[in-house]
């Protein structure tokens, strides 16, 4: 007998607010409807209404956790369309904060994937190593999101070399911790357990639907823009691209935890290296043409077109965050697992987990399950495993 | 062989199969390939199938000529941009889907049809994306002539 689990619509803390109807016999998931525009805004309409400096700050507001890469990917897109060079000082400093974001938005995640799973002590621990983080943000850019480095033709705010030191020492502290974090994630039987061989999307299906990020990467799927067409300061450091053919949840969460390892290491060669020098270009018009620009963020590609006609405008502004093309994948990934699995598997694409917690299953009408109880499910199965494994 | 060969020998490749192509090369990474609309599927199929590009996205864009589509494929092997582009006259909003091949483009061919019109033939399940289930079938938010109506929306905040 066929039922529908409905997770979703809304939840509060992420910016993509998805709907995702299970479709199961028993407890075994058949299918997925995904609706998606809950939160539509028009973006692509709002952009073309403001000048060419606006813009950054609308589409920094796509997204609050990622913030500096709608803005990095766009900067890039006019400088691309304009063939505007950036000072190198610029670049530096742009890569760097893309890098911090990257190990922020990592951390998120691992963090929510621990508390789902039942391990709240991984989401605590991970946690409190990110919040320091984001106090560096502030003390660099006056703000704990929402960077706004990101201009057309170089970076809005300068990193102060009194400043080198303490990013430094936050990056010895992450090393140390995320080493640990490697560790115990990886060397826990019962995460093992409940995270290998689930939620497997195969390399053909991560080719076909065109996923990026860390999602194509642990399906071996080798794609990161930052190798492939590298910007600003990425061909200038020396780092490794993070690849797992497995395909499974564990296979996502290596890729996100060895990639903080690199992101370290680009970010220590990037203030090593630092050049002196301006940190924009006077930029006095964007001719008319077309630009694309890609940048990595900690979700995958990044990806924005800009048309101009030589006025102050954008004509046309499209923009393809990462998760329009990882979370269509599910279709795929969440098939044939149950239904403690799947709210798992859903986030491991790195949507957001707050929509597990308005998950319902009604049985002829009636609700069943609420959110917190979809939670318990999941903390049941790992409690099972525990148990096995203490035996 | 070397990766700037290689995107270079795929648009010889493409400039043989496909005589009425017009290529642009606007960066050493960015490459524009016009053709008709009805040679958009053998060269989409051509990049990804043969080639092995990735699907980026697809642009929609309302111009004075109809309505333009661009594809954008990146082989990722040279980092390098593949844009296919094409212009549909207005009278007749018809292209071919590429989802017959490629599951990336189900969920753009719908988002380019509820926003600008654009009927793609063969396409599984063409319901609206992301507007609201009460917004009009008949209505194009990106279109111009929409812009134009709301101006009052348009240039409100420019006081």
Same mark, same amino acid.
């Given at each position: 007998?066929?039922?529908?689990?409905?997770?979703?619509?809304?939840?509060?803390?992420?910016?993509?607010?998805?709907?995702?109807?299970?479709?199961?016999?028993?407890?075994?998931?058949?299918?997925?409807?995904?609706?998606?525009?809950?939160?539509?805004?028009?973006?692509?309409?709002?952009?073309?209404?403001?000048?060419?400096?606006?813009?950054?700050?609308?589409?920094?507001?796509?997204?609050?956790?990622?913030?500096?890469?709608?803005?990095?990917?766009?900067?890039?897109?006019?400088?691309?369309?304009?063939?505007?060079?950036?000072?190198?000082?610029?670049?530096?400093?742009?890569?760097?904060?893309? @890098?911090?974001?990257?190990?922020?938005?990592?951390?998120?995640?691992?963090?929510?994937? !621990?508390?789902?799973?039942?391990?709240?002590?991984?989401?605590?621990?991970?946690?409190?190593?990110?919040?320091?983080?984001?106090?560096?943000?502030?003390?660099?850019?006056?703000?704990?999101?929402?960077?706004?480095?990101?201009?057309?033709?170089?970076?809005?705010?300068?990193? *102060?070399?009194?400043?080198?030191?303490?990013?430094?020492?936050?990056? +010895?502290?992450?090393? @140390?911790?995320? *080493?640990?974090?490697?560790?115990?994630?990886? +060397?826990?039987?019962?995460?093992?357990?409940?995270?290998?061989?689930?939620?497997?999307?195969?390399?053909?299906?991560?080719?076909?639907?065109?996923?990026?990020?860390?999602?194509?990467?642990?399906?071996?799927?080798?794609?990161?823009?930052? *190798?492939?067409?590298?910007?600003?300061?990425?061909?200038?450091?020396?780092?490794?691209?993070?690849?797992?053919?497995?395909?499974?949840?564990?296979?996502?969460?290596?890729?996100?935890?060895?990639?903080?390892?690199?992101?370290?290491?680009?970010?220590?060669?990037?203030?090593?290296?630092?050049?002196?020098?301006?940190?924009?270009?006077?930029?006095?018009?964007?001719?008319?043409?077309?630009?694309?620009?890609?940048?990595?963020?900690?979700?995958?590609?990044?990806?924005?077109?800009?048309?101009?006609? !030589?006025?102050?405008?954008?004509?046309?502004?499209?923009?393809?965050?990462?998760?329009?093309?990882?979370?269509?994948?599910?279709?795929?990934?969440?098939?044939?697992?149950?239904?403690?699995?799947?709210?798992?598997?859903?986030?491991?694409?790195?949507?957001?987990?707050?929509?597990?917690?308005?998950?319902?299953?009604?049985?002829?009408?009636?609700?069943?399950?609420?959110?917190?109880?979809?939670?318990?499910?999941?903390?049941?199965?790992?409690?099972?495993?525990?148990?096995?494994?203490?035996? | 062989?070397?990766?700037?060969?290689?995107?270079?020998?795929?648009?010889?490749?493409?400039?043989?199969?496909?005589? #009425?192509?017009?290529?642009?090369?606007?960066?050493?990474?960015?490459?524009?390939?016009?053709?008709?609309?009805?040679?958009?599927?053998?060269?989409?199929? %051509?990049?990804?199938?043969?080639?092995?590009?990735?699907?980026?996205?697809?642009?929609?864009? #309302?111009?004075?000529?109809?309505?333009?589509?661009?594809?954008? %494929?990146? /082989?990722?092997?040279?980092?390098?941009?593949?844009?296919?582009?094409?212009?549909?006259?207005?009278?007749? /909003?018809?292209?071919?889907?590429?989802?017959?091949?490629?599951?990336?483009?189900?969920?753009?061919?719908?988002?380019?049809?509820?926003?600008?019109?654009?009927? %793609?033939?063969?396409?599984?399940?063409?319901?609206?994306?992301?507007?609201?289930?009460?917004?009009?079938?008949?209505?194009?938010?990106?279109?111009?002539?929409?812009? #134009?109506?709301?101006?009052?929306?348009?240039?409100?905040?420019?006081?």
């Amino acid at each position: 007998m066929r039922r529908i689990v409905p997770i979703g619509p809304y939840h509060p803390l992420q910016e993509e607010p998805e709907f995702f109807k299970l479709i199961v016999e028993g407890e075994k998931v058949v299918d997925l409807e995904i609706n998606i525009g809950y939160n539509h805004r028009g973006h692509e309409f709002i952009s073309p209404t403001l000048t060419w400096d606006q813009v950054p700050f609308l589409v920094e507001r796509i997204c609050g956790i990622c913030s500096d890469s709608h803005p990095y990917a766009y900067v890039l897109a006019v400088e691309d369309c304009a063939h505007i060079e950036v000072p190198p000082r610029a670049q530096y400093i742009r890569t760097i904060i893309g @890098e911090l974001e990257r190990i922020h938005s990592h951390y998120l995640w691992v963090g929510l994937a !621990g508390h789902f799973i039942g391990y709240n002590t991984v989401w605590m621990w991970v946690w409190r190593y990110r919040e320091p983080l984001l106090d560096l943000f502030e003390l660099i850019m006056g703000n704990r999101n929402h960077y706004a480095i990101n201009k057309v033709g170089g970076a809005r705010r300068d990193i *102060k070399p009194e400043d080198y030191p303490k990013i430094e020492k936050y990056l +010895d502290l992450l090393e @140390e911790k995320n *080493k640990m974090f490697t560790n115990a994630v990886l +060397d826990d039987p019962v995460i093992r357990a409940r995270l290998e061989g689930v939620g497997v999307l195969s390399l053909q299906d991560a080719i076909d639907y065109s996923v990026t990020g860390p999602t194509a990467r642990g399906s071996g799927f080798a794609t990161d823009v930052r *190798k492939d067409d590298p910007y600003d300061a990425y061909d200038k450091v020396d780092w490794d691209e993070i690849v797992f053919p497995e395909g499974d949840v564990l296979a996502k969460a290596k890729v996100r935890l060895l990639e903080c390892f690199e992101s370290v290491k680009i970010v220590r060669q990037c203030l090593k290296n630092m050049p002196d020098g301006p940190i924009e270009t006077r930029v006095d018009e964007i001719p008319p043409g077309e630009g694309i620009g890609r940048h990595e963020a900690p979700r995958g590609e990044v990806f924005h077109y800009v048309r101009s006609d !030589g006025s102050n405008m954008p004509v046309r502004h499209k923009v393809r965050a990462p998760s329009f093309m990882n979370i269509a994948s599910n279709v795929v990934a969440v098939k044939g697992y149950s239904i403690a699995d799947a709210a798992l598997v859903l986030a491991a694409v790195d949507p957001c987990y707050c929509c597990t917690e308005r998950t319902m299953v009604f049985e002829k009408g009636t609700q069943k399950y609420s959110g917190q109880e979809l939670l318990r499910l999941s903390w049941e199965k790992t409690e099972k495993i525990k148990r096995r494994y203490r035996k | 062989m070397m990766k700037k060969e290689y995107a270079k020998a795929i648009l010889e490749e493409i400039g043989k199969k496909f005589p #009425d192509a017009t290529v642009k090369i606007h960066a050493p990474r960015r490459t524009y390939i016009k053709v008709p609309p009805k040679e958009v599927f053998a060269l989409a199929k %051509f990049l990804f199938k043969d080639k092995g590009c990735r699907f980026s996205i697809a642009t929609g864009i #309302d111009t004075r000529e109809g309505i333009e589509i661009i594809y954008h %494929f990146t /082989l990722d092997e040279a980092g390098t941009y593949y844009n296919i582009k094409t212009v549909i006259p207005k009278h007749e /909003l018809k292209i071919k889907s590429l989802t017959s091949f490629l599951p990336a483009a189900n969920w753009i061919e719908r988002e380019i049809h509820e926003l600008l019109g654009v009927d %793609f033939t063969g396409h599984p399940n063409l319901i609206p994306l992301l507007t609201a289930e009460t917004w009009p079938s008949d209505l194009y938010p990106l279109r111009r002539d929409y812009a #134009d109506e709301h101006k009052s929306l348009k240039t409100k905040k420019k006081a």
